[in-house]
């Protein structure tokens, strides 16, 4: 699961850094930025996720071992 999750996150900071490369920073309100802009934010908001799960599995463990 610990590769799931690690792949996962390696997949969505491939996702931001292509959708920084479709950005226009003359016009970031218009077009195929504001694409980019959300797909930025949801690939940022899905690296957060991932590392929450991940953490809440190593206190999970932690627990269990008890």
């Given at each position: 699961?610990?590769?799931?999750?690690y792949?996962?996150?390696?997949?969505?900071?491939g996702?931001t850094?292509?959708?920084?490369?479709?950005?226009?920073?003359?016009n970031?309100?218009?077009?195929?930025?504001?694409?980019?802009l959300?797909?930025?934010?949801a690939?940022?908001?899905a690296?957060?996720?991932?590392?929450?799960?991940?953490?809440?599995?190593?206190?999970?463990?932690?627990?269990?071992?008890?």
């Open positions: 699961m610990k590769t799931f999750i792949i996962l996150i390696v997949l969505a900071l996702l850094i292509f959708n920084v490369t479709q950005l226009d920073f003359s970031l309100l218009e077009g195929n930025s504001v694409v980019a959300i797909g930025i934010i690939s940022l908001c690296i957060c996720i991932l590392l929450i799960f991940k953490s809440a599995q190593s206190i999970d463990e932690k627990t269990r071992n008890r």
